[in-house]
């Protein structure tokens, strides 16, 4: 099956304590991100990468960081200098062709600070 | 950035009613995606829809994009229907933004 996975489903952290957030994707497409969603709100982007070994800050990247080592997958690392990091986490990938211009969205990660 | 304004904020219908939510955006987009999230999370791409009409089994979706707003269409709405529909845009970065959500509540 084509799609993205992010593991784990939930997570719980303790304060101080970094952790990383898997995606993974078997979809051949060359663009990946990482998006925040608070309860009852939008999207809003914490880093992109448009090719291997390249990304970009979106607009809330700080206490956050990405690597981008291979194609297939595009970690989040939530750092203790994160002030709020309880949210709910979703990884993305881009199709773009003559006929479209997608994102396809994995089904989340729920991280809560204790 | 662009301003993405989605209406209404909470909607509830019958089961069988028919629905149209609202997207306006201030800017011109070269693209634009609605999108649907279920109770439990999962965001599933409903339309890629910068301009014109599609149509997709009870769903449908126009955007006038001279005029800066989308509408999504939803028929005999169903139970199954309830969650927050999203409409993203993109305007020429690589950023897509997204609006607030229209939280849909179909009862049976």
């Known amino acids: 099956d084509g799609g993205i996975t992010q593991s784990p489903k939930y997570l719980f952290r303790k304060e101080g304590q970094n952790v990383t957030l898997s995606c993974e994707q078997n979809?051949?497409?060359?663009?990946m991100y990482w998006y925040r969603q608070d309860p009852g709100q939008g999207l809003r982007l914490i880093y992109y990468?448009?090719?291997?070994?390249?990304?970009q800050k979106g607009d809330i990247a700080e206490g956050y960081s990405v690597s981008r080592e291979k194609k297939e997958s595009f970690p989040l690392t939530v750092t203790s200098a994160q002030k709020n990091p309880t949210a709910f986490y979703l990884c993305?990938?881009?199709?773009?062709?003559?006929?479209?211009?997608?994102?396809?969205f994995g089904p989340g990660t729920r991280l809560t600070v204790l | 950035g662009i301003q993405v304004e989605q209406s209404p904020p909470d909607l509830i219908l019958q089961e069988g009613a028919n629905s149209t939510l609202r997207c306006n955006f201030s800017?011109?987009?070269?693209?634009l995606q609605w999108f649907h999230q279920n109770p439990w999370g999962q965001l599933i791409n409903l339309f890629y829809?910068?301009?014109g009409t599609k149509q997709n089994g009870r769903l449908s979706a126009t955007t006038v994009a001279t005029e800066r707003y989308s509408l999504l269409y939803i028929s005999s709405s169903q139970t199954t229907d309830s969650g927050v529909y999203f409409c993203?845009?993109?305007?020429?970065?690589?950023?897509?933004?997204f609006g607030t959500g229209t939280r849909l509540t179909v009862i049976p």
């Open positions: 993305a990938s881009r199709l773009r062709d003559s006929s479209t211009d997608t994102q396809y």
């Open positions: 979809l051949n497409h060359d663009a």
């Open positions: 990468s448009q090719i291997v070994n390249d990304f």
């Open positions: 800017d011109s987009v070269n693209n």
């Open positions: 829809i910068p301009s």
């Open positions: 993203a845009v993109r305007t020429g970065a690589n950023n897509l933004f």
